[in-house]
C-alpha cells in the first residue's frame, strides 16, 4: 500500500483519536505541569537527554564514563573522547528525536511493544553505570511501571500500552521544546550545552542563536511526529 502522503481522507476514526488523544495528554501535562505527579515523567525525559548524550559519544569513537540525573530535572553525562561538536547538541535534539519516535510507535501495537522493550533494555543499561541512586531509583521504577503495563496488556483487559507509550513521547516532546527555551533562550546559562558549543562552531552563532535553532527543530521534530502518525493511520 503507497503511503498517504496527502492525506485524503483525514481524519478517519483512528486518526481523530490520535489526534484528540495528544490534545488531551497535551492539556494534562500544561495542566499538572508544576506538580509532583508529572515529575517522574520530567525526569525520564532527562535520562534520555543524557542518554543521548551518551549514544553520540558512543557512535564516535568515546567512553562513556557516568551517567546522572538529579531530583531538581538537571542531569549530567561525563564523556571521555568522541566527537565534542557532535555530542553536544545530542542532548535537546536527542531527546526531541525520541519523543518523535514514542509518538510515531504508538500508532501500531507491535511498534509500542518493540518501544516499551527497548526502553526497558535502555534502562537496565543505564542501571549499571548510573553515578547516583536518583537515576538508579528512575530506572527502576519505570522498568516495573512499563513491565506492570506490559502484564495487564496480555493478560487483562486494561489495554493501555500505546497509550503509555504515546504519553511518554507527548511529554517528552513538549518537555523538550520547553528544556530547550529555559536553559538555552529564556535564561542563557553560560554552561549550557548551546554555550559550549557556539564555543567550538566557526560560526558567528551565539548561544542563544544555536538555542533557537535547536528548538526549531525540536519542533519540527513534534509537528512530523503528528503528521507522520496520521500518515501510517491513514
Known amino acids: 500500500m503507497n503511503p498517504n502522503w496527502e492525506l485524503k481522507n483525514c481524519c478517519q476514526?483512528?486518526?481523530v483519536v490520535f489526534l484528540a488523544t495528544i490534545g488531551v495528554f497535551t492539556l494534562v501535562i500544561l495542566a499538572l505541569?508544576?506538580?509532583?505527579?508529572?515529575?517522574?515523567?520530567?525526569?525520564?525525559?532527562?535520562?534520555?537527554?543524557?542518554?543521548?548524550h551518551a549514544i553520540a559519544c558512543k557512535l564516535t569513537c568515546g567512553e562513556v564514563e557516568g551517567i546522572e540525573?538529579?531530583?531538581?530535572?538537571?542531569?549530567?553525562?561525563?564523556?571521555?573522547?568522541?566527537?565534542?561538536?557532535?555530542?553536544?547538541?545530542?542532548?535537546?535534539?536527542?531527546?526531541?528525536?525520541?519523543?518523535?519516535?514514542?509518538?510515531?510507535?504508538s500508532t501500531n501495537l507491535l511498534a509500542a511493544k518493540i518501544a516499551a522493550g527497548c526502553l526497558i533494555l535502555s534502562l537496565l543499561i543505564v542501571l549499571f553505570i548510573a553515578k547516583n541512586w536518583t537515576l538508579r531509583g528512575l530506572?527502576?521504577?519505570?522498568?516495573?511501571?512499563?513491565?506492570?503495563?506490559?502484564?495487564?496488556?496480555?493478560?487483562?483487559?486494561?489495554?493501555?500500552?500505546?497509550?503509555?507509550?504515546?504519553?511518554?513521547?507527548?511529554?517528552?516532546s513538549l518537555f523538550s521544546v520547553y528544556d530547550i527555551y529555559d536553559d538555552l533562550i529564556s535564561r542563557r546559562v553560560n554552561s549550557?550545552?548551546?554555550?559550549?558549543?557556539?564555543?567550538?562552531?566557526?560560526?558567528?552563532?551565539?548561544?542563544?542563536?544555536w538555542g533557537v535553532i535547536w528548538g526549531m527543530i525540536s519542533f519540527v521534530f513534534l509537528c512530523g511526529s503528528i503528521y507522520l502518525g496520521l500518515v501510517i493511520l491513514s
Open 13 to 15: 476514526h483512528e486518526q
Open 33 to 52: 505541569w508544576r506538580t509532583f505527579l508529572l515529575t517522574p515523567f520530567k525526569l525520564i525525559t532527562v535520562f534520555l537527554h543524557e542518554a543521548s
Open 69 to 105: 540525573v538529579h531530583a531538581n530535572e538537571g542531569g549530567v553525562t561525563r564523556t571521555r573522547g568522541g566527537i565534542y561538536w557532535l555530542i553536544l547538541p545530542a542532548g535537546y535534539l536527542g531527546s526531541s528525536f525520541w519523543g518523535m519516535v514514542l509518538i510515531l510507535a
Open 139 to 172: 530506572c527502576i521504577g519505570f522498568i516495573v511501571f512499563i513491565a506492570l503495563v506490559w502484564v495487564l496488556q496480555e493478560m487483562t483487559k486494561v489495554r493501555i500500552l500505546r497509550y503509555i507509550i504515546l504519553f511518554i513521547g507527548v511529554m517528552n
Open 192 to 209: 549550557s550545552d548551546a554555550e559550549k558549543f557556539a564555543e567550538l562552531c566557526p560560526c558567528p552563532c551565539n548561544g542563544l542563536a
